[in-house]
T-cell receptor
Framework: GAVVSQHPSWVICKSGTSVKIECRSL??????MFWYRQFPKQSLMLMAT?????????EQGVEKDKFLINHASLTLSTLTVTSAHPEDSSFYIC???????????FGPGTRLTVT | GQNIDQPTEMTATEGAIVQINCTYQ??????LFWYQQHAGEAPTFLSY??LDGLEEKGRFSSFLSRSKGYSYLLLKELQMKDSASYLC??????????WGAGTKLIIKP
């Protein structure tokens, strides 16, 4: 149990375009989902926390107008990288948490390359 | 502030035992997770400690001392597939996981 999927696994896009990444909890309802970014050989960096039905809470330094997060249901959250630039190229990972459980269940990640 | 301290890299031999230490400072404390992350993949859960002491789970064991702000992950009978990064992540008073940079473990034959 506790499986989280992400789609797509990898994506290449041109600079200036937008990319949407989906995160789904397949066999449980996730009241909270997290979006992380990880650059090579660096630690996970929390970008934002989203609770179902409410606006996401962004970490300091993360542009909310650039990284649009929608958590429309208890099983789906989306991250849209708008007007992507090469410096946005990174490994984006989502995780989901059940209210009573501190553990975060991670999706497999999405590797974004902006050319 | 909140801080996690782990060695950047460790090397061990296949079949041996290795201990990865983690010291932490957080605003409040609600337990500590260890995750394993292979290169290019997302983290996977290894253990969760909320009380002091040693938790054993197969070849992996995790220890916690809350008064010392200290935890370690012990890996026995190392296998080549154990080559990965190991992330220590304490949970703060807001129930958020605080992530360090992790320890890259290299296993040699």
């Amino acid at each position: 149990g506790a499986v989280v999927s992400q789609h797509p696994s990898w994506v290449i896009c041109k600079s200036g375009t937008s990319v949407k990444i989906e995160c789904r909890s397949l066999d449980f309802q996730a009241t909270t989902m997290f979006w992380y970014r990880q650059f090579p050989k660096q630690s996970l960096m929390l970008m934002a926390t989203s609770n179902e039905g409410s606006k996401a809470t962004y970490e300091q330094g993360v542009e909310k107008d650039k990284f649009l997060i929608n958590h429309a249901s208890l099983t789906l959250s989306t991250l849209t990288v708008t007007s992507a630039h090469p410096e946005d190229s990174s490994f984006y990972i989502c995780s989901a948490r059940v209210t009573r459980d501190y553990e975060q269940y991670f999706g497999p990640g999405t590797r974004l390359t902006v050319t | 502030g909140q801080n996690i301290d782990q060695p950047t890299e460790m090397t061990a031999t296949e079949g041996a035992i290795v201990q990865i230490n983690c010291t932490y400072q957080t605003s409040g404390f609600n337990g500590l997770f260890w995750y394993q992350q292979h290169a290019g993949e997302a983290p996977t859960f290894l253990s969760y400690n909320v009380l002091d002491g040693l938790e054993e789970k197969g070849r992996f064991s995790s220890f916690l001392s809350r008064s010392k702000g200290y935890s370690y992950l012990l890996l026995k009978e190392l296998q080549m597939k154990d080559s990965a990064s190991y992330l220590c992540a304490p949970v703060d008073s807001n129930y958020q996981l605080i992530w360090g940079a992790g320890t890259k473990l290299i296993i040699k034959p």
